[in-house]
């Protein structure tokens, strides 16, 4: 499982900046070209329902409810295809009894190997 210190500096950079650039409350997270998250912020892993430490290693589509994985697929094709910055809606099934609804917003790293999440929780 890589860590932030295990990513190139131009990475790590990038994920530390848009952690700077974004409110609080808003989850955070890198992930490779596996769907692995690789970093996240406590408020991720809070928002997910796990520890931080199990979240690192965690495939983030395993988190997203059946109806929502095509558009998180498209998302992160989108992203990887146009280098572009791409936003979604999706559905999160973190808690038993209902989904959580989220906005996505990302951009891939100038190296091509992670992907910068934002993940706010827009749930009613």
């Given at each position: 499982v890589?860590?932030?210190?295990?990513?190139?500096v131009t990475a790590?950079a990038?994920?530390e900046?848009?952690?700077a650039?974004l409110?609080?409350?808003?989850?955070?997270g890198l992930?490779?070209?596996?769907?692995?998250i690789v970093e996240?912020?406590l408020y991720?892993?809070s928002?997910l329902?796990k520890?931080?430490?199990?979240l690192?290693g965690s495939?983030?589509?395993?988190?997203?409810?059946?109806?929502?994985?095509?558009?998180?697929?498209q998302?992160?094709?989108?992203?990887?295809?146009t280098r572009?910055?791409?936003t979604?809606?999706?559905?999160?099934d973190?808690?038993?009894?209902q989904n959580a609804?989220?906005?996505l917003?990302?951009h891939?790293?100038?190296?091509?190997?992670?992907?910068l999440?934002?993940?706010?929780?827009i749930?009613a």
């Amino acid at each position: 499982v890589a860590t932030l210190e295990g990513l190139d500096v131009t990475a790590k950079a990038e994920f530390e900046s848009l952690k700077a650039k974004l409110i609080p409350d808003v989850s955070k997270g890198l992930i490779d070209n596996k769907d692995e998250i690789v970093e996240a912020n406590l408020y991720a892993a809070s928002m997910l329902g796990k520890k931080h430490a199990s979240l690192l290693g965690s495939r983030f589509g395993f988190f997203v409810t059946d109806i929502s994985k095509p558009v998180n697929n498209q998302f992160i094709a989108d992203l990887i295809q146009t280098r572009a910055s791409a936003t979604c809606v999706i559905s999160l099934d973190v808690f038993e009894d209902q989904n959580a609804h989220a906005l996505l917003s990302g951009h891939i790293t100038r190296d091509g190997k992670y992907c910068l999440i934002a993940v706010i929780d827009i749930s009613a």
